[in-house]
């Protein structure tokens, strides 16, 4: 099966910088997504990365090493509506996506 | 305004009865996907469909059924084989091409079995 790695909790202050990490072990690989999902709503695109390297959108930058099997999520300027599960999918081998159980990051003023 | 519509938001049934959740999409996409969300969990993929009147088992299809009679629709059955049925329950489309194509998700039906 595929295993993908998150931490699970987050605070940071507001303005701060917040970086999640993301490891993952599958079989195959077509790309690592990046999604935000607020308390019982549906999960937003947020990035996509397929080489290695940063991928930069405003206050939002995702990284990814595939040698690594390893991704980050570094956002920003933290804002409070920032707060929210920050998903990490893997697209494997026969192109399912399987999520990580989601990182819950608490921004405080 | 195109987009994934899930009906009904919050479902409560009785343990024992089947019950249906619908998902409708006006973004012409070919592929649709069920997944469950529990606390502390991934999400896991239930069913999906990558074309009308075709569908594929997930990880987790015990207890549950699909049908894909139009490219639009792609309603779950929860069946009383289902053991764990409370749940909040996501359905997600793209266009099936696959690698950076994005899924994009409906607004999820929080299904509670009493």
């Known amino acids: 099966g595929q295993n993908i790695d998150q931490p699970t909790e987050m605070t940071a202050t507001e303005g701060a910088i917040v970086q999640i990490n993301c490891t993952y072990q599958?079989?195959?690989?077509?790309?690592l997504f990046w999604y935000q999902q607020h308390a019982g709503e549906a999960p937003t695109f947020l990035s996509y990365?397929?080489?290695?390297g940063l991928e930069e959108k405003g206050r939002f930058s995702s990284f990814l090493s595939r040698s690594k099997g390893y991704s980050y999520l570094l956002l920003k300027e933290l804002q409070m509506k920032d707060s929210a599960s920050y998903l990490c999918?893997?697209?494997?081998?026969?192109?399912?996506?399987?999520f990580g159980a989601g990182t819950t990051v608490t921004v405080r003023a | 305004d195109g987009g994934i519509t899930q009906s009904p938001k919050y479902l409560f049934r009785k343990e024992g009865q089947n019950v249906t959740l619908s998902c409708e999409q006006n973004?012409?996409?070919?592929?649709m996907y069920w997944y469950r969300q529990d606390p502390g969990q991934g999400l896991r993929l239930i069913y999906y469909?990558?074309?009308?009147?075709?569908?594929q088992k997930g990880d987790i299809a015990e207890g549950y059924s699909v049908s894909r009679e139009k490219k639009e629709s792609f309603p779950l059955t929860v069946t009383s084989a289902q053991k764990n049925p409370t749940a909040f329950y996501l359905c997600?489309?793209?266009?099936?091409?696959?690698?950076?194509?994005?899924?994009?998700f409906g607004p999820g039906t929080r299904l509670t079995v009493l």
């Open positions: 997600a489309s793209e266009t099936g091409g696959g690698g950076a194509d994005t899924q994009y």
């Open positions: 469909s990558q074309i009308v009147n075709d569908f």
């Open positions: 999918a893997v697209r494997d081998g026969d192109y399912k996506l399987s």
């Open positions: 599958t079989s195959g690989f077509n790309g």
């Open positions: 990365n397929v080489l290695d």
């Open positions: 973004l012409n996409h070919d592929a």
